[in-house]
């Protein structure tokens, strides 16, 4: 009798290989299939513009719509935005994200903004890049602009503005509808994200500044929030929640 010969493997199992890596990695890849799917955010031949800077969330949320690209015939490009303050490192993170669109065959956009803000910072440089992002989504007739804040990101300004005295609009960050505007890692925390692209090895950046304490969101992040989680360890998801709802009722009035 003839040894039989082993079978090969079929084309499903074949396809989950070239998802993930790791069972882990096809997990949290399911879970955000079926958070766009539930939530619509990026129907089936969506023109994506995704916004990459090169640390952990962005390459993380790039990598998860290469893997997809396919099976719901997404056109993606993307986007980087190079402000020159961090000489070497801010050289080294566009080439991350060169090198990643290079692998991949997907097109790549970097911007040198002239504007070089003195105060308030952050919040002029985000508006630089959203000014950005949405002058190139109408130059390629793109659906859609993807960024990576996460439910930390959530949490982490729902305290900004609240330290800084303001309102239920200013309370509830992330939840004003943008036609063209769509962030699909709201539901996902930061240690759920370093995770996966830890075990599916996919290499990311780490901004230094993110560390400064010169910045009060970092303050927020580093002081502040391991305070909070002494009192309640779920103090991200319950922050994130309250934002939420704090959107909800904002939007009945309207």
């Not at 500044?209 to 970092?218: E, I, L, Q």
Request: charged residues 30%; contains cysteine; glycine residues 4%.
């Amino acid at each position: 009798m003839k040894p039989s010969k082993p079978s090969k493997p079929s084309s499903k199992a074949n396809s989950v290989r070239k998802l993930a890596r790791t069972h882990a990695g096809l997990v949290f890849i399911r879970r955000f299939q079926n958070v766009i799917a539930k939530e619509n955010l990026l129907p089936r031949g969506s023109k994506i513009i995704v916004a990459v800077s090169g640390g952990p969330d962005s390459v993380a949320l790039f990598s998860l719509l290469i893997r997809l690209q396919k099976k719901h015939d997404f056109t993606l490009h993307a986007a980087h935005v190079n402000y020159e303050l961090r000489g070497r490192d801010s050289k080294q993170d566009e080439a991350l994200v060169e090198k990643m669109c290079e692998e991949h065959a997907i097109p790549f956009s970097v911007f040198y903004p002239k504007e070089k803000p003195e105060k308030n910072i952050e919040a002029e440089l985000r508006d630089i890049r959203y000014t950005i992002f949405e002058k190139l989504r109408q130059e390629l007739r793109f659906d859609f602009i993807v960024t990576a804040h996460t439910m930390n990101d959530l949490a982490e300004t729902f305290l900004f503005n609240l330290l800084r005295g303001s309102g239920t609009l200013g309370l509830s960050p992330f939840q004003r509808s943008r036609k063209h505007l769509v962030r699909p890692l709201l539901t996902f925390t930061r240690p759920e994200i370093e995770a996966f692209i830890k075990k599916e090895r996919i290499p990311s950046r780490i901004d230094k500044s993110n560390f400064s304490k010169k910045f009060t969101r970092n303050r927020i992040r580093h002081e502040l929030l391991p305070l909070l989680k002494t009192f309640n360890p779920s103090i991200i998801a319950t922050l994130a929640e309250t934002a939420k709802r704090l959107g909800a009722g904002e939007r009945k009035k309207r």
